[in-house]
């Protein structure tokens, strides 16, 4: 079955601590893999787009990375402004037709 | 430069009421996408298309009906609403279905 999981749910961090946020997928025929931010009240903003194993992508505080089975969304010194929901997101083509999957998402806390 | 535009905002119905939302973008994409997200899930695909006059069911398409009768707008109806359609709904464009998708900033629905 064609799936996204993100954890942690929730992650509190002090402003300076650097951690890591986890997607794990399972999708066949994978188009790419997609980190979004959401705001309250907001849309999704797009972050990355990783197509291949052993990708990364960089902006800013935050580094994208894939592998065959899972992406981690690495923030190095987060500051307050990092706090959001981050979403991970799949893009496969299979047998039954386009797909696009979502994960629930991990809440990220940043305290000053 | 508006990107994707969601009317309307907010809106309350009573359970058997029917209603359109309406999505529009503007920058000439191909792909178009109706997206729930409900409290502890991940966003769930309703409808897409990936042109005009096409649709196609997504993960959870019973009791939606959409259509695209012109590239830039893609509508979702709710012929008879109950409350377990309760939620936020998205709109998302993306110029193929390889690509990021650009988010609308949501309609709350609350049905009675």
């Known amino acids: 079955e064609d799936q996204v999981t993100q954890s942690p749910e929730a992650l509190r961090l002090q402003e300076g601590e650097s951690s890591s946020l986890n997607c794990s997928y399972t999708?066949?025929?994978?188009?790419?893999l997609f980190w979004y931010r959401q705001d309250p009240g907001k849309g999704p903003e797009f972050l990355f787009t990783l197509y291949s194993a052993g990708e990364e992508k960089e902006k800013e505080r935050l580094k994208a990375t894939l592998t065959k089975k899972e992406s981690f969304l690495h923030i190095t010194a987060p500051k307050p402004e990092d706090s959001a929901t981050y979403l991970c997101a799949v893009h496969g083509l299979g047998g039954g037709g386009f797909k696009t999957i979502f994960g629930a998402g991990t809440r990220l806390f940043v305290k000053a | 430069n508006a990107g994707v535009t969601q009317t309307p905002k907010f809106r309350v119905l009573k359970t058997g009421q029917s209603m359109t939302l309406l999505c529009a973008q503007d920058?000439?994409?191909?792909?178009m996408y109706w997206y729930r997200q409900d409290p502890g899930m991940g966003l769930r695909l309703i409808h897409y298309s990936v042109g005009e006059g096409t649709t196609a069911k997504g993960e959870v398409p019973d009791g939606y009906n959409v259509s695209r009768l012109k590239k830039q707008n893609f509508l979702l109806g709710l012929e008879s609403a109950a409350p377990s359609q309760t939620s936020v709904y998205f709109c998302?464009?993306?110029?193929?279905?390889?690509?990021?998708?650009?988010f609308g900033d949501g309609t709350r629905l609350s049905i009675l």
């Open positions: 998302a464009s993306s110029y193929w279905g390889d690509q990021p998708q650009h």
């Open positions: 999708v066949s025929g994978l188009r790419g």
């Open positions: 920058m000439n994409h191909e792909y």
